[in-house]
């Protein structure tokens, strides 16, 4: 059985799981073997993978997930508090290196994401830690690692659809009419926060949708992020099945290819559209960006709602400098330019023009 391999595979393993899975031959529900697990606790120590396909099998066949047993074998994970002290020092470190304003209600927030890192170095406390990350480590790996941590990477295909309708019938169409008329036929885009890549990959396929002959356009979409974990995955174009549900049929016969990755069936984006997108690590804090050119319209969604006024106000500007003129910026659904240093044109809710 699935749970099964799935215990057997952990409770022999090398990996520095406190817990294994409890598998009740007297609790049965749906002619399944019930499994009890805490997802909060136990799959952390799960590679991610395994963690979505236990959780999809899970919720397939409707199984409760509620407790965990301790497995013996393992050493005991630490459980450190974390002093208003060192809070602050994080919190300040967090704020200076990704812009990420960190309030005292995310104490315990912070305490459970870097304890896996605590882990990982064998360390006993997060002064310990601190110290580690900027004095010991000099390499900035760490830090690097550290933030992947921190940032939160929420994403979906065509997330927030009204803007990719707006996209395919008011920005693209005058874009490239426009483009023509001056004998050019280059598109460059941001995004900006991209995460594993599904936004970026959902504006390359409306972007070939759009244009009958794509490979006699000059199309890069520039794709960056702060974390090199989701990075990693972006650059793949791999996706379960259960991530294209919002892609329409066609498009997903269209743009994509099932592939077997891990013994298993997904799915990846076809190489002539994987190709249009560039994925970079960068920070949006950064002082300067390395853009030699301007694009012709950027994303960056719910990644400022992470900031305070005065940073969002700084990428504001630094979006507009590097925006085309008439070019687009969209942002996230919850957020605005209300109270920032901003020389857009307000268009409609979470859309401006340079």
């Given at each position: 059985?699935f749970?099964t391999?799935?215990?057997?595979?952990?409770?022999?393993?090398?990996?520095?799981?406190?817990?294994?899975?409890?598998?009740?031959?007297?609790?049965?529900?749906?002619?399944?073997?019930?499994?009890?697990?805490?997802?909060?606790?136990?799959?952390e120590?799960?590679?991610?993978?395994?963690?979505?396909?236990l959780?999809?099998?899970?919720?397939?066949?409707?199984?409760?997930?509620?407790?965990?047993?301790?497995?013996?074998?393992r050493?005991?994970?630490?459980?450190?508090d974390?002093?208003?002290?060192?809070?602050?020092?994080?919190?300040?470190?967090?704020?200076?290196?990704?812009?990420i304003?960190?309030?005292?209600?995310?104490?315990?927030?912070?305490?459970?994401?870097?304890?896996?890192?605590?882990?990982?170095?064998?360390?006993?406390?997060?002064?310990?830690?601190?110290?580690?990350?900027?004095?010991?480590?000099?390499?900035?790996?760490?830090?690097?690692?550290?933030?992947?941590?921190?940032?939160?990477?929420?994403?979906?295909?065509?997330?927030?659809?009204a803007h990719?309708?707006?996209?395919?019938?008011?920005?693209?169409?005058?874009?490239?009419?426009?483009?023509?008329?001056?004998h050019e036929?280059?598109?460059?885009?941001?995004?900006?926060?991209?995460?594993?890549?599904?936004?970026p990959?959902?504006?390359?396929?409306?972007l070939a949708?759009?244009?009958?002959?794509?490979?006699?356009?000059?199309?890069?979409?520039?794709?960056?992020?702060?974390s090199?974990?989701?990075?990693?995955?972006a650059?793949?174009?791999?996706?379960?099945?259960?991530?294209?549900?919002?892609?329409?049929i066609?498009?997903?016969?269209?743009?994509?290819?099932?592939?077997?990755?891990?013994?298993?069936?997904?799915?990846?984006?076809?190489?002539?559209?994987?190709?249009?997108?560039?994925?970079?690590?960068?920070?949006?804090?950064?002082?300067?960006?390395?853009?030699?050119?301007?694009?012709?319209?950027?994303?960056?969604?719910?990644?400022?709602?992470?900031?305070n006024k005065?940073?969002?106000?700084?990428?504001?500007?630094?979006?507009?400098?590097?925006?085309?003129?008439?070019?687009?910026?969209f942002?996230?659904?919850?957020?605005?330019?209300?109270?920032?240093?901003?020389?857009?044109?307000?268009?409609?809710?979470?859309?401006?023009?340079?």
């Open positions: 059985m749970y391999n799935i215990a057997e595979e952990y409770k022999n393993s090398q990996c520095p799981a406190s817990f294994i899975i409890k598998i009740s031959d007297t609790d049965r529900k749906n002619s399944e073997t019930r499994i009890c697990v805490d997802f909060g606790f136990y799959c120590y799960l590679n991610e993978q395994t963690r979505i396909d959780l999809n099998k899970s919720t397939e066949i409707g199984i409760l997930l509620d407790y965990i047993i301790e497995n013996p074998q050493k005991q994970p630490m459980d450190i974390i002093k208003d002290k060192e809070f602050y020092l994080f919190q300040r470190l967090i704020y200076n290196e990704s812009g304003s960190l309030t005292s209600a995310k104490k315990e927030l912070l305490k459970s994401r870097l304890m896996k890192r605590l882990r990982e170095r064998s360390l006993t406390s997060f002064k310990e830690y601190y110290q580690y990350v900027t004095e010991v480590d000099t390499t900035g790996e760490e830090l690097i690692s550290m933030l992947d941590c921190i940032s939160t990477n929420l994403t979906e295909f065509f997330r927030e659809p990719f309708e707006f996209l395919s019938k008011k920005v693209l169409p005058v874009l490239l009419a426009t483009k023509k008329g001056h036929k280059k598109i460059r885009v941001w995004c900006a926060g991209c995460s594993t890549g599904e936004e990959y959902t504006i390359s396929m409306i949708e759009f244009m009958e002959r794509i490979g006699e356009w000059d199309v890069k979409i520039l794709a960056t992020d702060l090199t974990r989701v990075l990693k995955k650059v793949q174009g791999i996706y379960a099945k259960d991530r294209l549900r919002a892609i329409p066609q498009m997903q016969n269209s743009y994509f290819e099932k592939v077997i990755y891990n013994f298993k069936d997904y799915y990846q984006i076809k190489d002539f559209v994987r190709n249009m997108v560039v994925f970079r690590r960068l920070n949006l804090t950064d002082e300067a960006f390395p853009f030699k050119g301007q694009f012709d319209f950027i994303f960056c969604r719910n990644v400022m709602i992470y900031f005065q940073t969002q106000s700084n990428l504001v500007s630094k979006f507009y400098k590097h925006l085309a003129p008439d070019g687009y910026l942002i996230g659904h919850s957020e605005s330019l209300t109270g920032t240093d901003s020389k857009f044109r307000y268009i409609q809710p979470t859309i401006y023009q340079k």
